[in-house]
């Protein structure tokens, strides 16, 4: 491919990008964005139109002068992504048009990641069920982003903490080989931070911390506008600040670890405990119905006002506050998204998130930082593994 040929590919891509993104956007706004002038932009956008990608929607509403026209992606353009959001125990997958329509209802899998007889093939069948229920010819499909916890090192492929590979190839390339489609895998946190980025509540925002509240306690930091790896991919380990009083021993197999009094786990295991010891609460109920996981019981309680799920919660809270606390003085971020599959505790997290920023923040640097919570919560992940592919993918 020549330079030319590659730079045009490139904006090419960036375009589409900007569209998935945004929606909706003018020559001017698309200019602006990939930094292209507007005579090259407006060449490029025509060429999509021609190839069905890209529709004119018509003029920008009137704010007194001229009315742009403004372009977005074509819905029914048969392009298609699948997006798949793992936790330690529950893997999600759907799939989505250009236009972030759901066109596969959520698919799920219990998959116990610590499980060794839960391997990568068992994922791949059941990726493979997922696309043969959706009926979607496989040639329309663009790819697979793939969103999970552990130690994932995004530009290699790899995931140290699970699903290893017996054939020593990294995780990436033997699920593309097998799937026969490109794949991209990443952290989950880390996605969930690009999708508040990009969709959610650090929209045009430069710096903001991402708290991913789900079966661990997980971080995506973005940094001038950017999500912020570290040198080598693994920034943001936050549930392993050692802040617990406890002796008990994380899944990272070190003691005092954040996680080990944060994690939805942790707090279904607290609430099994005092219901065990006689405490009254709806949770004794809920429980009993074992076609839910009990930790999305637990935050049913939660929602419910149970007393006693509000103080466990509470308590979870206010050690992630302080753990923050932390972080604010080190970064001084705008912005904190509470995300993930916790945030659907909604505003119950709040006061005890505040009151330990409050308790052990300087007030002139943590007045600086609004606590936000996502308006994403849950879908956060699925949104970012399809996005995740976008990224890498050329739009052929």
């Known amino acids: 491919m ?4 590659e730079k045009g590919q490139r ?5 589409l990008k900007h569209l ?37 929607q018509g003029l920008a509403p009137s704010t007194g002068g001229r009315r742009p026209l403004m372009f977005l992606l074509n819905p029914n353009h048969k392009k298609f992504i699948v997006a798949i959001a793992m936790d330690q125990l529950i893997t999600r997958l759907t799939i989505y048009d250009l236009s972030r329509n759901i066109v596969l209802p959520v698919q799920l899998l219990d998959f116990n990641m610590s499980d060794e007889s839960n391997n990568v093939d068992t994922l791949i069948q059941f990726i493979n069920k997922s696309i043969h229920k959706s009926g ?5 499909l663009l790819g697979i982003g793939i969103g999970m916890p552990g130690f994932v090192n995004a530009e290699e492929g790899i995931n140290y903490s699970y699903l290893p590979v017996s054939d020593g190839s990294t995780l990436q390339n033997y699920l593309s080989r097998k799937m026969q489609l ?10 969930i931070a690009l999708a ?18 789900g079966w661990g306690t997980g971080l995506g930091m973005i940094v001038n506008g950017q999500l ?16 617990s009083k406890s002796n008990n021993l994380c899944s990272c197999g070190k003691r005092g670890c954040l996680e080990v009094d944060t994690s939805l786990l942790v707090m279904t295991e607290k609430s099994k405990k005092a219901l065990d010891g006689g405490a009254e609460s709806r ?73 330990a920023i409050n308790e052990f923040c300087i007030p002139r640097i943590a007045e600086q930082t609004t606590i936000k919570l996502s308006n994403l919560a849950h879908d956060a992940e699925l949104l970012a593994a399809a996005s995740l592919m976008v990224e890498h993918s050329q739009f052929e």
């Open 136 to 140: 979607i010819d496989r040639k329309h």
């Open 283 to 355: 949770m004794k109920k809920l429980f009993k119905d074992k076609s839910k996981h009990p930790g999305d019981h637990f935050l049913d309680a939660v929602i419910y006002q149970d007393p006693l799920a509000i103080s466990i919660l509470s308590n979870a809270a206010f050690q992630i506050g302080k753990g923050l606390a932390t972080l604010i003085h080190i970064l001084n971020p705008q912005c904190i998204v509470l995300s993930g599959r916790g945030a659907r505790a909604g505003k119950m997290l709040l006061p005890s998130i505040q009151q």
């Open 182 to 191: 490109p794949v991209f895998i990443d952290n989950d946190s880390s996605l």
């Open 2 to 5: 020549s330079v030319i040929t």
């Open 196 to 213: 508040e980025l990009h969709f959610g509540e650090a929209i045009d925002l430069k710096d903001v911390l991402v708290v991913n509240i």
């Open 228 to 243: 912020y790896r570290g040198s080598s991919g693994y920034a943001g380990e936050f549930s392993h600040i050692p802040l």
């Open 11 to 15: 904006l090419r891509s960036d375009i």
């Open 20 to 56: 998935y993104y945004r929606k909706v956007l003018s020559l001017t706004e698309l200019s602006k964005l990939t930094q292209k002038s507007l005579p090259l932009v407006t060449s490029v956008v025509n060429g999509l139109i021609n190839e069905g990608y890209v529709l004119e």
